[in-house]
T-cell receptor, first 109, second 114 residues
């Protein structure tokens, strides 16, 4: 089951904050976050594991609510370089990662 | 440098022709994946392989085929049976298929069928 991301798109001015949400209808073992610039490969940001472990960038924060089957990615003091499409991917057991449709983030000066 | 290479970056083919997309990794990863990306659809899994000589269908395997004869190589063939093959194709790998392993992506191949 594909996770649902919200919002679909967001426009920020430099320095503003944003939150991107990812929710699943199934119990989650992990949530992965990636960022993709247009025409390029997705780049790994963070993995959140059931039980609270996190792996990833120091400057990016995220939360994982296992009970609600949701994760949120927090982007603070946004920079122009944060622009791109953000994807969450979820693991629900012994099945491959399933990605959401993405959230397009545009940061303007 | 370790990484994943995909070639070519752009590929044009006539309708009805089979085409093979290359994916090579030197990360010594066991697991490899093929994704298709269409505008607004995210990344959809075509096939994945957990180990040499073994692979499984993903969500949209119809019209595609793969092989995994070597650990470092996982080519994807887009056959004439694929009704709408024009898309951006991404190959990825991970250390193994255990939960919580980061996937590393190649630069992608943009296939256009005329």
């Amino acid at each position: 089951q594909q996770p649902v991301q919200s919002p679909q798109a967001v426009i920020l001015r430099e320095g503003e904050d944003a939150v991107i949400n990812c929710s699943s209808s199934k119990a989650l073992y992990s949530v992965h976050w990636y960022r993709q610039k247009h025409g390029e490969a997705p780049v790994f940001l963070m993995i959140l594991l059931k039980g609270g472990e996190q792996k990833g960038h120091e400057k990016i924060s995220a939360s994982f609510n296992e009970k609600k089957q949701q994760s949120s990615l927090y982007l603070t003091a946004s920079q122009l370089s944060y622009s791109g499409t953000y994807f969450c991917g979820t693991e629900t057991g012994n099945t491959p990662l399933v990605f959401g449709k993405g959230t397009r983030l545009s940061v303007i000066a | 440098d370790g990484g994943i290479t995909q070639s070519p970056k752009y590929l044009f083919r006539k309708e009805g022709q089979n085409v093979t997309l290359s994916c090579e990794q030197n990360l010594n990863h066991d697991a490899m994946y093929w994704y298709r990306q269409d505008p607004g659809q995210g990344l959809r899994l075509i096939y994945y392989s957990q180990i040499v000589n073994d692979f499984q269908k993903g969500d949209i395997a119809e019209g595609y085929s793969v092989s995994r004869e070597k650990k470092e190589s996982f080519p994807l063939t887009v056959t004439s049976a694929q009704k709408n093959p024009t898309a951006f194709y991404l190959c990825a790998s991970s250390r193994d298929r255990e939960i919580g392993n980061e996937q590393f992506f190649g630069p992608g191949t943009r296939l256009t069928v005329l």
